[in-house]
């Protein structure tokens, strides 16, 4: 009797648009069904495998670098091996791609696969609503990117109103022919949407289109690759922030940094929970929870942007930290954070 084989699904979409965040809303709904995810980052700090980690029910982290790039794929094909293996007992594997990746490169990784227990399983293209009309005109590869998709998600429609929401659904579906577009709240969509989706012939030959050498070629040059224009910048800080001073640097950051992620440790009584720290464009928000048990108490923060001055950002994070020189950090210091918290 033939095995029922294992869909993979690419969740992809640009930095911050919310993959991370959709991801966790499947887990969280999955009807029972066991989902085992990939996850890609483009810093070295796995700030999307923290994010997604205790929900799910097998996940493996590839981080640094784009996934898309990697000449060798055997390392994709060892993790799918992995989470497709019986003892798993795996229905689904969804690879959340990096923010940065070309989401083309990654389904026919998957296609080129020759694992039999694993079938590609459709592109998921998330597109923020806020941000959409602005990043498409920096980078018009998108449309490129929305051209492939199998279902393409309007998230962040509250960030819209109502007229913006309903011209931005009628542009996706001009870009993604034949394409379901379906308009979402911090990536709440249906899970059987993305489950039973199969993706259609014409899309798969849209990406099988490139040669073996057209391939070869773009990899050596990276060439309309998003992420070649960015670089990513880690931080890491065991000694607390000091809020004032990163409020400072946040309300300060320069244009072409356009996402920040990451976690944030502040050493000021009644406030020493674990508080998320998430930008994107002009967006900024802190989500306070408590930490792990065994969770070290560090500021942790991945930073992407294009042109920018990667060791000054490091500095002036650097010079955020409270190491006790200068105004001590008190109560009030706090007010400028807690007026970006949520939830
Ligand atoms: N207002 C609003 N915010 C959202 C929504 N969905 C996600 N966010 C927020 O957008 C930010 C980025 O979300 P993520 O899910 O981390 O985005 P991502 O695409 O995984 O980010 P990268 O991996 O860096 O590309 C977070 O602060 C989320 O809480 C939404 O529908 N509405």
């Not at 798993?88 to 080129?112: F, H, T, Y």
């Not at 006790?324 to 210091?333: K, L, N, V, W, Y």
């Amino acid at each position: 009797m033939a095995k029922r084989q294992i869909p993979v699904i690419v969740l992809a979409g640009f930095l911050g648009s919310g993959k991370t965040t959709l991801l966790n809303h499947l887990l969280g709904n999955s009807g029972g069904s066991r989902i085992g995810v990939v996850v890609n980052d483009f810093g070295s700090i796995e700030i999307d495998a923290m994010s997604v980690a205790g929900q799910v029910d097998s996940m493996v982290s590839l981080g640094n670098g784009c996934l898309c790039c990697a000449v060798d794929t055997s390392e994709l094909d060892g993790f799918l091996e992995r989470l497709a293996r019986p003892s798993a007992r795996i229905d689904v594997i969804v690879v959340e791609a990096s923010g940065l990746a070309e989401p083309q490169e990654l389904v026919r990784m998957i296609l080129a696969s020759d694992n039999r227990r694993i079938v590609y399983g459709g592109l998921v293209e998330v597109v923020d609503a806020a941000e959409f009309t602005g990043t498409r005109a920096r980078h018009p590869e998108l449309d490129r990117h929305l051209g492939i998709a199998d279902l393409v998600v309007l998230n962040k429609a509250d960030r819209v109103a109502e007229e913006e929401r309903a011209a931005l659904l009628r542009t996706l579906s001009g870009l993604a022919p034949g394409t379901p577009v379906v308009a979402a709240e911090y990536g709440r969509v249906d899970p059987e949407l993305l489950f039973d989706r199969r993706p259609r012939e014409e899309r798969l030959e849209a990406v099988r289109q490139l040669s073996f050498e057209d391939l070869c070629a773009e990899r050596r040059e990276h060439e309309g690759h998003l992420h070649t224009a960015y670089e990513s910048v880690e931080f890491v800080s065991e000694e607390p922030m000091h809020p004032r001073r990163l409020m400072e640097f946040l309300d300060h950051r320069p244009r072409g940094l356009y996402r920040i992620k990451g976690f944030v440790h502040f050493g000021i009584a009644g406030h020493r929970q674990k508080f998320a720290l998430h930008a994107v464009g002009d967006f900024l928000r802190f989500y306070p929870s408590a930490w792990g048990r065994a969770e070290r108490r560090l500021t942790q923060l991945v930073l992407i942007g294009s042109g920018v001055d990667a060791s000054g950002l490091r500095d002036g994070l650097a010079a955020c930290r409270d190491t006790g020189a200068g105004e001590r950090a008190d109560e009030r210091a706090m007010w400028g954070v807690l007026r970006y918290a949520q939830g």
